[in-house]
């Protein structure tokens, strides 16, 4: 075992402090990752407040990790020592049902273990990436293309791979309108994939304030949905919306804004449910989806896309002692558009 520093959760309520973890030995089909980025995703803040269900506490959260590799097993071949990579929400699956089959390991038929919050397979509870080492199976370890800015990668792995998996899977690209809702972590990633792709991408803020911000990231339109002008006029208009609210939106109002045969994907997970008119969705053959995260090749396929276009999360670097600052200012959206806690403060 490995003890190792880093920031935990003691409650759903109290601030977090700092803590020491274990972290298993390395296995033969291990990596020790000495990390090196944290970023900070909206989901810790919905997990440790058990917006989502019950949550064991005291709880490292943390599933936007970038490191450098300082160990491996001995039947490790995808990484060496030295190596930059990347965890994100998983950190196993059983490898065996239909869906890891496939490649989509976010969705796998026993669950797949997620890099917090879940029974790991020697019975103990998964700790995130808010610390300063992981262990994982190599499987789950992500290569970081050399060209991207180490300091504003983390992002990417959760909040790049969950805006480019519905993106992708909807065939966002030349021709396609796609609207993003919410420009936060994961709607300013969705900006930049989406016009990367190709497709005329608008963004829906409650206000205009970050209006400059999502037109330098790709943005062709920005319109604030306080405005009740917006909505109206923008009817029918979207092929694809991705909504990234992180609470409950008016989803009638959002459908609307659908053309024929539109699509609008969830990949916002606020705790309450949305209601839905089901004329909302007959009218025009719409169709309502949520998506979760990405499975482990398409996270590769994302990190090599950001590469090959110089895509980059926006970041705000922080120290460990400023993660209870970052959390309210996340739960304000006073964020542009990420904060990345830099490891070594976490010692
Ligand atoms: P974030 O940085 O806080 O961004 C959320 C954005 O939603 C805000 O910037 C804001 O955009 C908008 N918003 C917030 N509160 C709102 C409200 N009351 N009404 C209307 N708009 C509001 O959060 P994030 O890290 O991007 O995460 C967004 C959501 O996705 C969270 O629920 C998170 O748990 C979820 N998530 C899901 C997955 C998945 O696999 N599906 C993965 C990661 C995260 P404006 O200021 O532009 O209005
Ligand atoms: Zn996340
Ligand atoms: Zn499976």
């Known amino acids: 075992m490995l003890n190792v520093n880093g920031y935990a959760a003691p409650s759903a309520s109290a601030p977090l402090e700092p803590v020491t973890i274990t972290r ?42 970038a490191g450098v590799v300082t160990e491996v097993g001995a039947e490790v071949t995808r990484h060496a020592v030295g190596d930059r990579v990347g965890v994100g929400c998983m950190v196993d699956s059983c490898r065996e049902c239909e869906n890891c089959l496939a490649g989509e390991e976010q969705y796998c038929l026993n669950g797949n273990t997620g890099t917090y919050n879940v029974i790991d397979a020697d019975g103990r509870i998964t700790q995130g990436g808010y610390s300063t080492h992981i262990v994982v199976d190599e499987d789950f370890a992500l290569r970081i293309p050399e060209t991207l800015d180490f300091a504003a990668v983390a992002p990417l792995l959760c909040a790049g791979i969950t805006t480019y998996s519905p993106l992708r899977h909807w065939e966002a690209g030349p021709g396609k309108k796609v609207a993003v809702v919410g420009m936060g972590g ?22 205009l304030a970050k209006k400059d911000d999502g037109l330098r990231l790709g943005a062709d339109h920005y319109y604030a949905t306080e405005d009740p002008e917006t909505l109206e006029a923008l009817k029918r208009s979207f092929d694809l919306i991705v909504n990234t609210v992180s609470a409950p939106v008016d989803l009638g109002a959002y459908l609307s804004l659908l053309r024929r045969n539109g699509t609008m994907v969830n990949v916002g997970a606020p705790a309450e449910p949305l209601p839905v008119q089901v004329f909302s969705l007959m009218e025009d053959r719409r169709s309502f989806a949520g998506s979760g995260i990405g499975g482990i090749r398409e996270t590769q396929e994302m990190l090599d896309f950001c590469a090959e276009h110089g895509i980059n999360a926006e970041t705000e670097l922080i120290e460990a002692s400023y993660i209870n600052e970052a959390w309210k200012r996340v739960l304000s959206s006073d964020v542009r558009y990420r904060f990345v806690i830099d490891a070594s403060t976490f010692s």
């Open 24 to 65: 298993r030995d390395v296995g033969p089909k291990d990596v020790l990752i000495e990390i090196k980025y944290a970023g900070v995703c909206h989901s810790d803040i919905h997990t440790v407040r058990e917006d989502w269900g019950p949550v064991t506490h005291p709880l490292v959260v943390g599933h936007e990790i």
């Open 186 to 207: 994961l709607g300013h990633m969705a900006v930049k994939l989406a016009h990367a792709m190709g497709a005329e991408v608008t963004v829906l803020s409650r206000t």
